[in-house]
């Protein structure tokens, strides 16, 4: 045989196909590894989203917590209300009122299958609704709407206790709608492992399947653990700290891990409105006691105001400034800090410096006396806030100040100055180190000046009062920032005590007593200004405002787009009710002021801007009692009209 057509020898196809198989034990092997990796990394992947899912779903409810349900209500529960009432650190139960509906009891049936008689808004309490039953003195108790008979001003509920023993006896004050979540742990089809389980009225849901544990700590404010037992009777609950703890594998603790959040409770609510949603001028703060409340201003980009207190005797008293967070939403009378002016007697007149000015952040205030009246400068502090640090200066007596009723930076930047000594208007020129100068006249007028305020034009308004009649004025300015001659804008029908301009709508609202007694607060749109002509809005009336709040409701519910009011639940303290109102003020979020010097009380509303329309709501107010045995107010929302355009 040929030497070139042998083949390979037995040896080596032995050694050749020993190789091949040990090439392709080693890829097989590769490939059970990268397989095993793959397995491990996508049950990885599937229970920390699992459990990332859930924390996600824990978190969010949690910081739902109170939403609509007000003051008085606690909204976090240590246990899960369904199956135990025992304080545990492995459940947790969370309340809250997402529809806004609510309604007050009128009378309550006087056995379980009687109707209970509630007077409550349209789109409020439904049948088959839960709701949180609220008695007098702040107690919260569950139950269920079996049924309901609507009616014009109330409706008839048939209530189901949800509760047992003694909470369930209790004579419900009003009724909150309730939507209540409970989370709570249970065996899980997992070996080893434990199912974190959503409770909600409509059924109990899985949220992950994979958990070892579930922990929630409760802390106060300073951090401190408050313990589950002492949640409705201990100090407030600030934050709730939730741990779970899962691992990939059962018995093997090195692969265990924890998931750790904290949710901070935010206020949700502390009100509900009794009016239908999308309709605001609402009460949305009140500030009480404040000693004869002089004004109240606020800079243009900052988000604190200031009020100003003449103290008990405006006359003889230092004054006080009140800063106070300017925000939305119903807060109670707090303040962020108080600065004593004890030189200050009487302020009268208040305003800041002009923003772009030399005494930006500085605060002017006038007081005036029988002979003559003094003007004052209060500095900011280092932090640009008002503080006892603050340094205050005193300008000597000006005789145009004698018998000031409001003042106002104009648009160039100078100092005017509305004073019934002689019946007019004066501009004071500051000079670059803040010495007023000699005043100088710019209008008289015949009868009393009353208001003066700088409009959105930039033009000075005043107002001059003859009986119960009144003429607004203006005082324009040239292109050089000179004044002009002023000119009669209109007349109106009513003795105004009051005016203020609003920076948002670029309207005047002008506070004004009427020949019948009563104080209304009506609107100046810009428009109008312009070219007066046509009915003025009435935006509130303290009469109407006393009567209701008062006499409780006398109307019964009607359409939204009849002209009548629609009234709902009364019950506001007296000492909450003005009898008088001595100026309005607006700041620079749009918010409106009312005050009343013989109450001590500055309220706070909200309106609502739709460009269509304008409604409006009152107040009322539930009384309960605090954890401390001190006596609270929670504000509602109780009356709405359609005003016009």
Do not use: C
């Not at 899985?206 to 300073?222: I, K, Q, S």
């Amino acid at each position: 045989m040929d030497k070139q057509q042998r083949g390979f020898s037995l040896i080596e196809v032995l050694i050749s196909v020993t190789i091949t198989l040990f090439v392709m034990a080693m890829v097989f092997s590769i490939t059970l590894t990268i397989r095993s990796v793959l397995e491990r990394e996508s049950r990885v992947a599937e229970v920390s989203s699992s459990v990332a899912r859930a924390m996600d779903d824990v978190t969010l409810e949690i910081s739902r917590a109170g939403y609509g349900l007000g003051e008085g209500v606690t909204p976090i529960l240590p246990y899960h209300a369904g199956t135990s009432t025992a304080p545990s650190s492995k459940a947790i139960s969370i309340w809250s009122n997402p529809r806004g509906a609510s309604g007050v009891v009128l009378s309550e049936g006087a056995s379980d299958d009687a109707l209970t008689r509630v007077r409550a808004p349209k789109a409020g309490l439904e049948a088959g609704d839960r709701v949180v039953a609220i008695d007098a003195a702040g107690g919260a108790a569950r139950a269920e709407v079996t049924a309901l008979r609507p009616g014009i001003e109330t409706n008839d509920l048939e209530l189901r206790s949800l509760e047992n023993g003694a909470d369930s006896e209790r004579a419900a004050d009003r009724l909150l709608a309730l939507s209540e979540v409970s989370y709570s742990l249970a065996s899980s089809a997992v070996v080893g492992k434990q199912a974190l389980v959503k409770h909600t009225v409509q059924g109990a849901r899985v949220l992950t399947p994979w958990l070892d544990d579930v922990r929630f700590d409760y802390l106060d404010a300073a951090g401190g653990t408050i313990a589950p037992t002492m949640l409705e009777r201990g100090p407030p609950l600030a934050m709730v700290k939730v741990t779970m703890r899962y691992s990939l594998e059962a018995g093997k603790r090195q692969n265990i891990k924890t998931l750790t959040t904290a949710v901070a409770l935010d206020r949700q609510s502390t009100s509900v409105d009794f009016a239908e949603p999308g309709y605001g001028f609402r009460l949305a703060r009140y500030f009480h006691p404040i000693e004869s409340p002089a004004a109240v201003v606020m800079r243009s980009h900052l988000d604190w105001g200031v009020i100003v207190s003449a103290g008990a005797n405006r006359f003889q008293d230092p004054s006080y400034l009140y800063s106070f967070p300017a925000t939305r939403g119903f807060l109670e009378a707090r303040v962020d800090s108080l600065t004593p002016l004890d030189d200050v007697r009487g302020p009268v007149a208040v305003s800041f410096g002009p923003e772009r000015g030399r005494f930006a952040g500085s605060l002017w205030m006038a007081t005036s006396n029988l002979r003559n009246g003094s003007l004052y400068r209060v500095h900011p502090d280092g932090f640009g806030a008002f503080s006892p640090e603050s340094p205050v200066d005193r300008f000597n007596p000006v005789d145009a100040l004698s018998g000031v009723v409001g003042m106002a930076f104009g648009a160039d930047e100078a100092l005017y100055i509305a004073s019934n000594l002689n019946r007019a208007v004066y501009r004071l020129v500051i000079d670059a180190d803040g010495t007023p100068a000699t005043p100088e006249t710019v209008a008289s007028v015949r009868s009393s000046i009353q208001a003066i305020v700088v409009g959105s034009d930039g033009a000075v308004y005043f107002v001059e009062n003859e009986g119960f009649e009144s003429k607004l004025w203006r005082i324009g300015f040239t292109s050089t920032l000179a004044p002009l001659e002023p000119l009669t804008v209109t007349k109106l029908s009513g003795r105004v005590t009051g005016l203020a301009g609003d920076s948002l709508s670029g309207a005047l609202f002008a506070l004004m007593e009427e020949r019948m007694g009563d104080t209304v607060v009506v609107e100046l749109p810009s428009w109008w200004l312009r070219s007066p002509g046509g009915t003025l809005t009435e935006l509130f009336s303290l009469a109407k405002f006393r009567q209701e709040t008062l006499d409780g409701p006398v109307q019964a519910e009607l359409d939204v787009d009849d002209v009548s009011p629609i009234v709902f639940a009364i019950r506001l303290p007296v000492h909450l009710i003005p009898k008088t109102l001595d100026f309005v003020a607006f700041d620079s979020l749009g918010l409106m002021y009312l005050a009343s010097r013989d109450s001590d009380l500055v309220l706070q509303f909200d309106l609502d801007r739709r460009d269509d329309e304008r409604n409006a709501v009152g107040v009322a107010a539930v009384t309960t009692t605090g954890p401390d045995g001190t006596r609270q107010v929670v504000l509602n929302a109780w009356k709405k009209r359609r005003l016009g355009t």
